[in-house]
């Protein structure tokens, strides 16, 4: 148990459709990532949090938003659903005190969307 | 965009024998991560790697990287079965963007 949760843990939805993934870091991990990997794009990084900032940006559709809060929980939100959506989206923390990206990242257990 | 190359995609290899996972970069990357992951579970960070010559090892996996060459490599040694996984390596480009190779699925047979 890596001590980040995911919710829900698995998502059945239709396209045109809007959800929202949770994702619950470590206790005091500072940074928050989340990721998409499906069969036909692989892992993709999507974005990066870091104590309520977003620090980075990766191949996150415009369709796609994110946040972290001030208890630093995260949520990833995904509208205008596609078939091509569907995937497991994972999010990972870190403590990195210093906002560089150096520590192990620790990674939830997903949650995998289907998009019908 | 950061390119990431791994190879071999697949890998089956005996118990005890010790063999070598390659991670290619396309451009400057600030840093090397590799990752484990078990058929239908998440992701487990194996490794960072910080700089040029880096090399950290844990158990029977020791990675390294080259920046100058833009390599790195997973060594794995004396395999037994527990090793049997998917790694990936990613590369991080200096705007913090994680960059995966297509992941090596690596099966071990006693």
């Known amino acids: 148990d890596s001590g980040v949760t995911q919710t829900p843990k698995h998502l059945i939805t239709a396209t045109g459709q809007r959800v929202t993934l949770r994702c619950s870091p470590r206790?005091?991990?500072?940074?928050v990532y989340w990721y998409q990997q499906s069969l036909d794009q692989g892992l993709q990084f999507l974005i990066h949090?870091?104590?309520?900032?977003?620090?980075a940006k990766g191949n996150i559709l415009e369709r796609f938003s994110a946040q972290q809060f001030p208890d630093l929980h995260s949520e990833l939100n995904l509208s205008s659903l596609e078939l091509g959506d569907s995937a497991l989206y994972f999010c990972?923390?870190?403590?990195?005190?210093?906002?560089?990206?150096?520590?192990?990242?620790?990674f939830g257990p997903g949650t995998r969307l289907t998009v019908l | 965009e950061l390119k990431v190359e791994q190879n071999p995609l697949f890998l089956s290899m005996q118990e005890g024998k010790n063999y070598t996972i390659y991670c290619n970069y396309s451009?400057?990357?600030?840093?090397l991560y590799w990752y484990r992951q078990d058929p239908g579970k998440s992701l487990e960070s194996l490794f960072v790697?910080?700089?040029?010559?880096a090399v950290k090892q844990e158990g029977r996996l020791m990675a390294s990287l080259d920046t100058k060459a833009r390599l790195s490599t997973l060594h794995i040694t004396a395999a037994v079965h527990d090793l049997s996984a998917t790694y990936f390596c990613?590369?991080?480009?200096?705007?913090?963007?994680?960059?995966f190779g297509t992941g090596t699925s690596l099966t071990v047979i006693p």
């Open positions: 990972a923390s870190s403590v990195d005190p210093s906002g560089r990206i150096t520590d192990t990242q620790y």
């Open positions: 206790s005091g991990d500072l940074s």
């Open positions: 949090y870091y104590n309520g900032e977003e620090r």
């Open positions: 451009t400057t990357s600030d840093r």
């Open positions: 790697l910080l700089s040029n010559g």
């Open positions: 990613a590369g991080m480009n200096t705007g913090n963007q994680f960059y």
